[in-house]
T-cell receptor, first 115, second 118 residues
Framework: AQKVTQAQTEISVVEKEDVTLDCVYE???????LFWYKQPPSGELVFLIR??????QNEISGRYSWNFQKSTSSFNFTITASQVVDSAVYFC????????????FGTGTRLTIIP | DAMVIQNPRYQVTQFGKPVTLSCSQT?????MYWYQQKSSQAPKLLFH???????NEADTPDNFQSRRPNTSFCFLDIRSPGLGDAAMYLC?????????????????FGPGTRLTVL
């Protein structure tokens, strides 16, 4: 069975600080995909990144960066120089490869950026 | 712009009164999903369609049904809503490799319908 754990329920940081959201996953599959989604107060889930299990390269997109480490089954997300607009709930998710690729979500981390 | 649309955004129904939520997509994606998200919880998959093939999650109550009359539309029917069914309902789509979108693996979500049961 697949499982995603986001141990941080809520995080608050002051604007312009860096913040890292942790994600640990469990799966028996050798091929799988990892995702991060952002859910602002409006409710829509916004796709941020997809990473497949064979690609351990870290990725940077503007102020966002992701650190994927298979050895520790972690896929952490860092926001650099946080802004108030980053305030949202962030979900890490895992899907099997092939077939219908259902998403297993973590419980989410509520991030509040204090002006 | 191509997108996933959900109507209505807010729905109020009475205990036991059937309600239908709708989802449409302009992405021409093969797969459509319905998730239920209760307050401060992760989205939970109810069921999904792979083209016309319906796939129900084992723990989805019989009270929840779905219809997909064509590629673009998918409906969620709650036959007898209870107070515990109050939640945000999210529709998502996913394309397939070789399809019209190169981003075939990620799911694209609609804005959700927030259901209130009185």
């Amino acid at each position: 069975a697949q499982k995603v754990t986001q141990a941080q329920t809520e995080i608050s940081v002051v604007e312009k600080e860096d913040v890292t959201l942790d994600c640990v996953y469990e799966t028996r599959d050798t091929t799988y995909y990892l995702f991060w989604y952002k859910q602002p107060p409006s409710g829509e889930l916004v796709f941020l990144i997809r990473r497949n299990s064979f690609d351990e390269q870290n990725e940077i997109s503007g102020r966002y960066s992701w650190n994927f480490q298979k050895s520790t089954s972690s896929f952490n997300f860092t926001i650099t120089a946080s802004q108030v607009v980053d305030s949202a709930v962030y979900f890490c998710a895992l899907s099997e490869a092939g077939g219908n690729e259902k998403l297993t979500f973590g419980t989410g981390t509520r991030l509040t950026i204090i002006p | 712009d191509a997108m996933v649309i959900q109507n209505p955004r807010y729905q109020v129904t009475q205990f036991g009164k059937p309600v239908t939520l709708s989802c449409s997509q302009t992405l021409n994606h093969n797969v459509m999903y319905w998730y239920q998200q209760k307050s401060s919880q992760a989205p939970k998959l109810l069921f999904h369609y792979y083209d016309k093939d319906f796939n129900n999650e084992a723990d989805t109550p019989d009270n929840f049904q779905s219809r997909r009359p064509n590629t673009s539309f998918c409906f969620l029917d709650i036959r007898s809503p209870g107070l515990g069914d109050a939640a945000m309902y999210l529709c998502a789509t996913r394309g397939m490799a070789g399809g019209p979108t190169i981003s075939y693996n990620e799911q694209f979500f609609g804005p959700g319908t927030r259901l209130t049961v009185l």
